[in-house]
């Protein structure tokens, strides 16, 4: 069973910044942070594969930056600029095979951490 570990989360202005930290337990082919607000379902921030394109949703281009440190199997969220509509629970989700933009096909999923961004 891997395990995902979440840090990094807490209350900035608009503007601020952030950085999530996501460790896993073991190997996992792909790593990815969501994001759910409530009512709505998870949504894609990133998700990284080891090998192959790295799926990035339109809200986070250009403002968020991701790294990947392999031997730690760590992934990393750098959130700059933040907006009050980034508030949400994030989370991070691991899964052995393709990433994909669907959060049910993510197996293994971290406690989540809140971000809340004021105004």
């Known amino acids: 069973q891997v395990q995902l570990a979440e840090s990094g989360g807490g209350s900035v202005q608009a503007g601020g910044s952030l950085r999530l930290t996501c460790v896993a337990s073991?190997?996992?082919?792909?790593m990815a942070w969501f994001r759910q607000t409530p009512g709505k379902g998870r949504a894609v921030v990133v998700a990284?594969?080891?090998?192959?394109?790295?799926l990035v949703a339109d809200f986070a281009k250009g403002r968020f930056t991701f790294t990947q440190d392999s031997a730690k199997n760590t992934l990393y969220l750098q959130m700059n600029n933040l907006k009050p509509e980034d508030t949400a629970s994030y989370y991070c989700?691991?899964?052995?095979?393709?990433?994909?933009?669907?959060?049910?096909?993510?197996?293994?999923w971290g406690q989540g951490t809140q971000v809340t961004v004021s105004s």
């Open positions: 989700a691991a899964l052995r095979g393709t990433c994909s933009w669907n959060w049910a096909s993510y197996a293994y």
């Open positions: 073991e190997f996992v082919y792909c």
């Open positions: 990284n594969p080891r090998i192959g394109s790295t």
